[in-house]
């Protein structure tokens, strides 16, 4: 069986230890373990198929992701699994649904937020699914000027209550996901007001739907957004839309880790930065890197397996055509996006490591940190969320027509991934953050301080913020050419943290001489790509420029026999992937002419329709050209 072979063939020629790598990708051999054996569970699971998504009404398809969620939520109680093996759970479902902002942004909202005494009362609730939450901070008119948010909490002294109310049609809440059918309750941000006097945006639980028959409650309007971008896709999550007339909760009920309000109405400031207020925003942001190196390592091993069995033209004198991952042009789109992979992996357990140092600290009153912490998580969301949906689309384009297939999973892939460039920050705004973190920085460079990291990367920073800097013109003038220091600075993050991560112990033959090429690829890859920095800023030369692309067609060549034992090394199942072009066994082309005969269209030899609208015409034809 061809594509079969062809992959059984690939997997003979590994270099390097699969099963150690597969400890690499995973982090550990405990994370590699649970994943393994959850990810199989999932895709053992009838009720968790995903076959019919692209096939079934709005309404069928929302219904089918709750039956989904309450299915996995029994699973999870039944197998009493731990909070890390439910999470995984939730991950191999692979549907985007309430559960996700209820478990990664209601809950850690009130975690990063709330009192001791708030976290006491609401968080049992939560874990135990007596209440479904999600984060409403986005309005009709507002999402990336969160300062800008109109929806009013007025304190009460009478009644010691915060009054919500939506006072314009553009303060209505908008976007929030799991609001527009599910969730009971909401963090709610909106702007604190205390005797006339505006305080600023805040976070405010709020009940929405009832506990008994799930009604809305009095003064509440709310309802789904309607469909989104693509088919299946993200239209198994529920955005809302949310307005309030002059809703009253108890005073209690707004967040006050960063600021308390008393009964006397008067507020108080605590000793933490108000930026906590923004606190879920980085915690999100550095899930979403980790998300992203695990979206484009789905599209890259869809690619390279297909690649590795699609032969077209090159008649070899076996008689068999070539196989096209054997193409120079193949391998210079796909091998940068498998090493863009691994690195974002890498950068993203960094992430997460100074994400948990920087809440360490924070117990500590130690907010040093922060602003770091805040500029890298905007600026990696911004650069491996932007670099993977492009990925997911050359992914596709690398398969050709079959890759436009919905049975070939890179169509929904893509549709579910690309908002990742927009929600939890668009990311041209969150680049001018990283922008306005490094003219700070800059400016601290006076003081000796000196920058570290990748000579050629680092000088390319420092020469494109001196430029800028130099120019002293308005930051909005120089925006868009500060957004590209900004890509600079975390380019030379993501090079840096895969150095790093090639520093520490790697077990396993040839693992460690496969990340080092891989490495290479990325940060020659970048190098290539933004050619003109690295010259007009003269951190390498043009004779250096042809050495590293020269040098970057050979690391092609060595990853080559490596690159579909590499994908194997992701562990995703066949049920993961859902693509028929990335199947472990390769067995592509029967299973593709299996799956179109699925198709309700083919339900009927003859279409519905066809006696009605087309016959006529054919007949009407036939009687004039009798005449
Ligand atoms: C763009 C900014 C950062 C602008 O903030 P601003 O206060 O209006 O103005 P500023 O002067 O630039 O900032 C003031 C200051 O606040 C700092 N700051 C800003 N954001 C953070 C943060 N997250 N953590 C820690 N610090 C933060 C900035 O660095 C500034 O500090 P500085 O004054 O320079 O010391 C902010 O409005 C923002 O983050 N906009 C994006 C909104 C967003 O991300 N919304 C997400 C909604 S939830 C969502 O989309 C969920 C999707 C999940 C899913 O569906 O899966
Ligand atoms: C699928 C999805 C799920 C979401 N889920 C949630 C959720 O659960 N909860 C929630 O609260 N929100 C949610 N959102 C909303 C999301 O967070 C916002 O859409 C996002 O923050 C972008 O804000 P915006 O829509 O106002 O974009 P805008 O800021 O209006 O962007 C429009 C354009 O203006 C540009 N722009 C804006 N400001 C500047 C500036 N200062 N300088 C230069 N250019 C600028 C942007 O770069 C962009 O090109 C979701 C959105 C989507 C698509």
Redesign the pocket.
């Known amino acids: 069986m061809a594509g079969f072979d062809d992959l059984a063939s690939e997997r003979s020629k590994a270099q390097f230890d699969v099963e150690e790598m597969k400890v690499i990708w995973a982090g550990s051999r405990h994370t590699l373990e649970v994943s393994d054996r959850i990810s199989r569970l999932v895709a053992n699971d009838p009720v968790f198929r995903k076959d019919t998504r692209t096939m079934l009404s709005r309404k069928d398809l929302f219904k089918n992701t709750l039956r989904k969620a309450a299915h996995a939520w029994k699973r999870i109680i039944e197998l009493r699994l731990s909070e890390e093996e439910a999470a995984e759970l939730r991950f191999y479902v692979d549907e985007p649904a309430f559960m996700d ?1 209820h478990w990664g ?1 209601f809950i850690p909202t009130i975690k990063g937020q709330g009192t001791e005494e708030q976290q006491q009362k609401w968080l049992p609730l939560a874990y135990k699914m007596k209440i479904i939450g ?5 309005e009709l008119g ?3 000027n969160v300062q800008g948010l109109e929806t009013t909490a007025t304190f009460d002294p009478q009644t010691d209550e915060f009054i919500i109310h939506s006072p314009t049609l553009t303060s209505s809440k908008w ?3 799991g609001l527009g059918k599910v969730s009971t309750h909401a963090v709610v941000y909106g702007r604190l007001i205390i005797d006339s006097k505006d305080y600023g945006v805040n976070g405010f639980i709020v009940q929405l739907r009832s506990l008994d028959d799930h009604l809305p409650l009095p003064g509440i309007t709310i309802g789904d957004i309607g469909m ?1 971008f693509g088919s299946g896709a ?1 239209n198994t999550m529920d ?1 809302g839309v949310l307005r309030f007339d002059h809703v009253r909760i108890p005073r209690d009920q707004m967040l006050m880790r960063v600021s308390q309000v008393t009964r006397e109405g008067k507020l108080v400031q605590s000793n933490v930065p108000w930026q906590l207020v923004y606190g879920t925003m980085v915690y999100v942001r550095q899930k979403i890197v980790s998300d992203a190196s695990c979206a484009l390592s789905r599209a890259v091993c869809i690619a390279t397996r297909y690649s590795a069995v699609r032969r077209q033209f090159g008649l070899q004198s076996n008689g068999i055509e070539t196989q096209v991952i054997d193409y120079k042009t193949q391998q210079s789109r796909l091998f940068p996006l498998l090493a863009s992979a691994y690195a974002f992996r890498f950068v993203g357990e960094w992430l997460k490591w100074l994400y948990m140092d920087v809440n360490q600290r924070l117990q500590a009153s130690d907010f040093s940190t922060l602003p770091e912490a805040h500029a890298c998580t905007a600026g990696l969301k911004s650069l491996t969320t932007s670099a993977t949906a492009d990925g997911i689309e050359e992914c596709r384009k690398l398969c050709g027509g079959h890759g436009y297939l919905c049975s070939s999973g890179l169509p929904e892939l893509f549709a579910v991934y690309i ?1 990742a460039c ?5 990311n ?2 969150l680049l ?1 953050q990283v922008a306005r973190f490094l003219i700070k920085t800059v400016s601290q460079l006076g003081s000796g301080k000196e920058p570290v990291g990748t000579t050629v990367y680092m000088g390319r920073v420092e020469q494109l913020m001196q430029c800028h800097c130099a120019v002293q013109k308005g930051f909005l003038e120089l ?1 868009a050419d500060l957004v590209q220091a900004a890509v600079a600075h975390c380019q030379l993050i993501v090079v840096s943290k895969f150095i790093e991560k090639l520093q520490q112990d790697i077990p396993g033959k040839g693992v460690k001489g496969q990340l080092e090429a891989l490495c290479n690829i990325y940060a020659l890859f970048i190098l290539h790509k933004h050619l003109g920095d690295f010259l007009s800023t003269g951190c390498i030369t043009p004779k250096q420029a042809s050495l590293a692309n020269a040098q970057l067609r050979s690391l092609y060549s060595q990853v080559r026999p490596n690159a579909i034992a590499l994908v194997d090394a992701f562990n995703y199942t066949d049920h993961y992937l859902s693509s028929v072009l990335g199947r472990y066994d390769g067995n592509v082309y029967p299973k593709l002419y299996e799956e179109a005969w699925k198709d309700p269209l083919n339900d009927s030899v003859v279409p519905d329709g066809y006696q009605e609208y087309i016959q006529p015409i054919l007949k009407q034809q036939l009687r004039n050209a009798r005449l």
């Open positions: 902002l942004m999600c984060y409403a901070q986005t507002h999402g990336s976007w929030p996901g989104k993200y955005n908002p927009t929600y939890e920050g668009d041209i705004v001018l925006s």
